[in-house]
Antibody, heavy 119, light 110 residues
Framework: QVQLQESGPGLVRPSGPLSLTCDVSGASISSHSGRWWSWVRQPPGKGLEWIGEIHHNGSTVYNPSLESRVSMSVDKSKNQLFLKLTSVTAADTAVYYC??????????WGQGTLVLVSS | QSALTQPASVTGSPGQSITISCNGTSSDVGGYNYVSWYQHHPGKAPQLKIYEVSNRPSGVSDRFSGSKSGNTASLTISGLQAEDEADYYCSSYTSSSTYVFGPGTRVTVL
């Protein structure tokens, strides 16, 4: 059973960077060549929004609407994923999820972590 | 990229069948058989119910089924149960090699 756990500061100041970590257990980030790792967010009262995905080889694909502000990385030795979003505004307030993707679907998700952007 | 469209809410009685539609374009839903559906109970992790339009992951009840016609995908829940009350999201792969979600449909069981 794959488990994902997001973590990070619950409060971020406007214009600052948002940085989150996703700890993966039960599977190695590098274990399957066809596996991608995604970040998805859900603003309060709204639907899900795909942020982007990263392969263990470092390849990334980002949502065009966020591409100029987002970066993703992995630490294979620690089995961790990272998300960084710069120049945040209140519109970036959301629950952020990491998810394990394979064959154009997401099989496993974390519980999510709430990030509030506020001064 | 434009989001997919779904009805905001669908209501049914226990034992009934309901269908949730997911409308896209030829650049996403209509162009690929990579539509998936997720059940989301607030405060919990989303759960995959259907992938590649109509396939059920192991362990998912056969009361959940999916289909597609043109640019519209559909999720049907038969034999509706109280535990099915949740938000449901469709997602599709797109011609930009990205993914897009629908706005979600709140399913209420009377």
């Amino acid at each position: 059973q794959v488990q994902l756990q997001e973590s990070g500061p619950g409060l971020v100041r406007p214009s600052g960077p948002l940085s989150l970590t996703c700890d993966v257990s039960g599977a190695s980030i590098s274990s399957h060549s066809g596996r991608w790792w995604s970040w998805v967010r859900q603003p309060p009262g709204k639907g899900l929004e795909w942020i982007g995905e990263i392969h263990h080889n470092g390849s990334t694909v980002y949502n065009p609407s966020l591409e100029s502000r987002v970066s993703m990385s992995v630490d294979k030795s620690k089995n961790q994923l990272f998300l960084k979003l710069t120049s945040v505004t209140a519109a970036d307030t959301a629950v952020y999820y990491c998810a394990r993707g394979e064959s154009f679907k997401w099989d496993d998700w974390g519980q999510g972590t709430l990030v509030l952007v506020s001064s | 990229q434009s989001a997919l469209t779904q009805p905001a809410s669908v209501t049914g009685s226990p034992g009934q069948s309901i269908t949730i539609s997911c409308n896209g374009t030829s650049s996403d839903v209509g162009g690929y058989n990579y539509v998936s559906w997720y059940q989301h109970h607030p405060g919990k992790a989303p759960q995959l119910k259907i992938y590649e339009v109509s396939n059920r992951p192991s362990g998912v009840s056969d009361r959940f089924s999916g289909s597609k016609s043109g640019n519209t995908a559909s999720l049907t829940i038969s034999g509706l149960q109280a535990e099915d009350e949740a938000d449901y999201y469709c997602s599709s792969y797109t011609s930009s090699s990205t993914y897009v979600f629908g706005p979600g449909t709140r399913v209420t069981v009377l």
